[in-house]
């Protein structure tokens, strides 16, 4: 099925990562020590106390000289003393304000690095989720299947976790030459570069249109539970029409692609195989070689040698689990040694050799020993990996991995997905944009044929008088309740205030055509009171038997009721329906 330019414009917005740059302020400077200048100009009342020392002794030579000379040298060191020490503590004073002021800017700057290292994790978490979180995705309307082959994310897959730069970029202050500066704030400074410029943990993901193979090479399980990661979340991403997975597994391995089965993206693409020329079983999981051609169709096979080309659908994703690529290069044509245009082979060989050609991805697992803990360290092994090829410098991550129980389970809400959107009558898949038209919100596929038994079918509980008048900006659906406040709505009665202009006119409009649209005119009636003889409203009650129009005439008010030989009419089915239900029948008026 072709994809229109709005299914390709119907994906919600997600968050987007800051962008900028932070110099950081320099490191407060050392004060530089007077030394021997303060010395110097401490000991000069020190010369001025040993003269009259001398004169004190020279004309009193007995016991007060002494004394008085004494005192005058004692006091004259203690100003020397005293001196010194409060040069010497106000420095440190200064240094201390200074450390403490350089502190508090660090700390305000780490507040902004963290809310933008939070917003990155978030924008990068948004489209390549952790596998645990596939589960939940699967059955949001608005996020599954959200990718189409315009997008640029498009057949992007997670595969991992790795260590990424900030996204504002954190640049060193400009120091002049022999700057003596503050060792505690220059080593703060230093560890706060080195602590935020990376984000460890951010997803790694693997642009597949670009690899005619992906080589998974590590023990069964290991790379089996990888695969799954990656199947699985090209179903939740990608639409039916644009990806598809065929698995080839050896009988002693099939049982670990079961769950595949339930994925509405592992139907046969061979049409002739799903109408008995093959009696064929409609999944593409086999075990035999030879059935893979059959199974996955001419349109697929004669598709010209991989280009790269972006735009071909459906994307065709590949498993070999225990099969020799060699041989099936030989027996099948999908395992083509140059590769065919939309179509990725994951390969899990036993052995392996050089690595010659630049669209084939190898995917090595290893182990490695990480330390935990600060007075006593921990170690524990952990799975790495190393994505690398011939045009790809080495990168390491730490791999994902989905259990075949949390597999199963995506498969199983992702085909309840297909089952709801087949059993229409429809031929299309459902649009997911959120659409801010009113029959879009009511479920009105087509406004020339509305199914008025189905729209007005008696409504109970939370859905009666509740109707769609618009999207928030979450593209949220909007509703208006008016029910009574015991009835957890928020009426029975309104107040709608706006300047001339503003839309007042518009949302009653909406209010009363979605009212209309969604009862039947037995228990809703529309009482319009204006007293000007040009009213909205009026258009309404000629093709419509909810209203009943009251005009200003010089006689008073008068109303008038369209269809006023059918006004008895009106409540039978819904009355009828009421007692059959064993609900009241309960009439509004608005």
């Given at each position: 099925m072709a994809i229109t330019a709005e299914q390709q414009n119907s994906r919600l917005e997600g968050p987007k990562p800051p962008k900028g740059k932070i110099v950081l302020q320099a490191p407060p400077e050392l004060e530089p020590s007077d030394g021997v200048n303060t010395l110097l100009t401490s000991l000069v009342p020190l010369l001025g106390t040993a003269s009259a020392m001398v004169?004190?002794?020279?004309?009193?030579?007995?016991?007060?000289?002494?004394?008085?000379g004494g005192m005058f040298m004692v006091s004259s060191l203690g100003f020397v003393a005293v001196n010194g020490f409060r040069q010497r503590s106000q420095r440190m004073a200064n240094l201390a304000a200074a450390r403490r002021e350089y502190l508090t800017y660090l700390a305000g700057i780490r507040k902004t690095v963290r809310t933008a290292g939070r917003k990155q994790r978030n924008a990068a978490l948004w489209n390549a989720p952790s596998p645990s979180s596939l589960t939940a995705i699967a059955q949001e309307p608005e996020r599954c299947w959200e990718r189409v082959p315009a997008d640029d994310d498009f057949m992007i897959l997670r595969c991992g976790t790795h260590s990424v730069p900030l996204c504002l970029q954190l640049e060193s202050p400009e120091l002049p030459p022999l700057a003596q500066l503050d060792p505690v704030s220059a080593s703060a400074a230093h560890r706060f570069m080195l602590a935020h410029k990376t984000l460890h943990n951010m997803p790694?993901?693997?642009?597949?249109?670009?690899?005619?193979?992906?080589?998974?090479?590590?023990?069964?399980?290991?790379?089996?539970?990888?695969?799954?990661?990656?199947?699985?979340?090209?179903?939740?991403?990608?639409?039916?029409e644009c990806c598809r997975v065929l698995v080839l597994a050896s009988a002693d391995r099939m049982g670990q692609w079961e769950w595949v089965r339930l994925l509405p993206h592992n139907r046969v693409l061979n049409e002739k195989y799903l109408e008995g020329t093959y009696n064929g079983h409609g999944f593409m999981l086999t075990s035999n070689v030879r059935e893979v051609d059959a199974l996955i169709g001419e349109e697929v096979l004669n598709r010209n040698r991989r280009t790269g080309d972006n735009e071909i659908a459906p994307h065709v994703l590949v498993i070999n689990d225990g099969f020799d690529r060699t041989v099936l290069s030989r027996e099948s044509r999908l395992f083509a040694e140059d590769g065919l245009g939309g179509v990725t082979v994951f390969d899990m060989p036993n052995d392996w050799g050089e690595l010659e050609e630049d669209d084939v991805l190898r995917v090595l697992y290893s182990q490695t020993v990480v330390e935990e803990g600060l007075n006593v360290l921990e170690k524990r092994d952990i799975n790495m990996v190393e994505v690398f090829s011939t045009a790809l410098k080495p990168v390491e991550i730490q791999p994902d991995e989905l259990t075949v129980e949390e597999a199963l389970c995506i498969a199983k809400r992702l085909k309840s997905v297909h089952v709801n959107e087949t059993g229409d009558d429809s031929s299309q898949s459902v649009n997911r944009k959120k659409s801010p038209e009113l029959p879009d919100l009511l479920g009105i596929s087509d406004i020339r044929h509305i199914d008025l038994a189905k729209l007005w079918a008696y409504r109970v509980g939370k859905e009666r008088l509740r109707v769609p008048i618009g999207l928030f900006d979450d593209t949220s659906t909007a509703f208006l309740d008016i029910k009574e406040m015991g009835q957890h709505g928020m009426g029975p009665h309104g107040v709608l205030v706006g300047a001339t202009g503003s839309g007042k006119s518009e949302v009653l409009r909406t209010l009363v055509l979605s009212l209309a649209l969604s009862h039947s005119p037995g228990p809703v009636e529309f009482r319009t009171h204006r007293l000007q003889r040009r009213c909205h409203f009026r258009r309404y009650g000629r093709h419509a038997s909810h209203f009943i129009h009251h005009y200003e005439s010089r006689q008073g008010s008068v109303a008038r009721r369209p269809y006023g030989r059918r006004a008895g009419w009106r409540s039978?089915?819904?009355?009828?329906?009421?007692?059959r239900c064993g609900q009241p029948c309960q009439h509004h008026r608005i």
């Open positions: 004169m004190m002794l020279m004309t009193n030579s007995g016991l007060t000289g002494m004394l008085t790694y993901g693997i642009d597949l249109r670009k690899y005619k193979r992906v080589e998974l090479l590590g023990n069964e399980s290991q790379t089996q539970a990888l695969a799954r990661a990656m199947i699985c979340q090209a179903a939740v991403w990608h639409p039916v039978q089915p819904t009355s009828g329906a009421a007692a």
